[in-house]
């Protein structure tokens, strides 16, 4: 299918919002013009018997001659839509295809976020869904969690500075570290959530207060990850720590010499402010995280290894096993190594870890 002709642009264009879905576009830019969303499509190449996409449960996938025509009627650049809309360039549809729209329905677990309603007031009279990098986020700017979660799409923060703060120092982590930094923080989360479901560490008073802060108890499963996230957060930043050394082949070195793994685990409680909580059993959720992540290199290789180069902490990490590849969007929960996860039984940690280190 080829298109001959330029279109216009159309009077009113929409403001680009970082992540949206193409089909939340697509509905903004009709609704804008007083459109309806089956007289866009067509107009950038859809069959006329297409249906309204849902943009909370389904995608607008366009072949390169439809995203032209986008690009043409809302009076954007092609490249400009591909920074702004991640899924746009990914549809498997060729030049060709004579079908150049299709409507899919998202995975279950690969569902749109809700963008902040504050964040986007005034651009959109209906909601903003964007693609996200896990179930839910947080909006830095207004301090609100957006997520889905028993009719939940928006939940204030703001009486929780520190989830905030996460929100912040994650972005950071993931500035640096890159793809990594969806694997340090699914095991991360993971981690936390083996603590709070066990009642270890912080689960008695740290969490407990966010939880009555948040007005939600123990049974809202939808809120833990939002009330684990400040220490999650802390604990991922420790494993980049330990994870460079590794990609070196090199000890742990992010202490006074001769820090061993064990030496890590102590530090992880000291930098959480909860030693003494991490020596009465939290520990073992991060020796089962160790043994996930073992250095295979030998140690007589490890001493005689080279210094590293000035800056290697700020360069992206290579994926290191058992991560051999990483998606970029969908929860967490696709991403960790490590196999409980909230809600159902605690695998149990085995004991020769705990000896391991």
Not at 49 to 56: M, T, V, Y
Not at 156 to 166: D, F, N, Y
Not at 170 to 194: F, S
Not at 239 to 246: K, L, N, P
Request: glycine share 8%; aromatic share 8%.
């Amino acid at each position: 299918m080829v298109r001959s002709h330029v279109l216009p642009p159309l009077p009113r264009r929409p403001a680009l919002i970082a992540q949206e879905t193409t089909a939340s576009f697509l509905w903004r830019l009709a609704e804008m013009n007083g459109w309806t969303f089956g007289v866009l499509a067509r107009h950038v190449g859809a069959p006329r018997q297409l249906e309204d996409a849902d943009p909370r449960l389904q995608e607008v996938w366009l072949g390169p001659v439809a995203r032209e025509c986008l690009a043409q009627v809302s009076g954007r650049r092609l490249e400009q839509l591909e920074k702004a809309l991640p899924t746009l360039a990914l549809a498997a549809i060729t030049a060709k295809a004579r079908r150049q729209v299709r409507v899919e329905a998202w995975p279950q677990e690969q569902l749109p976020v809700q963008a902040c309603a504050l964040c986007v007031a005034g651009r959109a009279e209906r909601p903003v869904w964007r693609v996200c990098s896990d179930a839910w986020t947080v909006c830095t700017r207004h301090g609100r969690w957006t997520g889905e979660a028993e009719g939940r799409f928006q939940v204030g923060v703001g009486q929780l500075p520190e989830v905030v703060e996460a929100q912040v120092r994650r972005q950071r982590l993931e500035r640096k570290t890159g793809l990594y930094a969806r694997v340090l923080m699914a095991d991360a989360l993971q981690v936390a959530i083996y603590w709070w479901q066990c009642r270890q560490m912080g689960s008695r008073s740290v969490w407990a207060g966010r939880q009555d802060a948040l007005g939600v108890t123990r049974a809202a499963l939808w809120a833990v990850p939002m009330v684990v996230y400040p220490e999650a957060v802390v604990v991922a930043e420790a494993m980049a720590v330990r994870e460079r050394q590794r990609a070196l082949g090199r000890s742990f070195a992010g202490g006074p010499a001769g820090w061993t793994t064990g030496r890590w685990v102590e530090w992880v409680g000291e930098r959480l402010g909860m030693p003494e909580e991490m020596a009465e059993g939290g520990h073992r959720a991060l020796e089962a995280w160790l043994m996930a992540h073992r250095n295979t290199v030998p140690v007589v290789e490890r001493l005689a290894g080279p210094a590293p180069s000035a800056g290697y902490r700020s360069v992206p990490l290579r994926l290191l096993e058992p991560h051999a590849t990483v998606p970029r969007f969908g929860p967490l929960e696709q991403v960790t190594c490590l196999p409980w996860r909230l809600g159902g039984p605690m695998t149990s940690v085995s004991e020769q870890a705990a000896a391991a280190w």
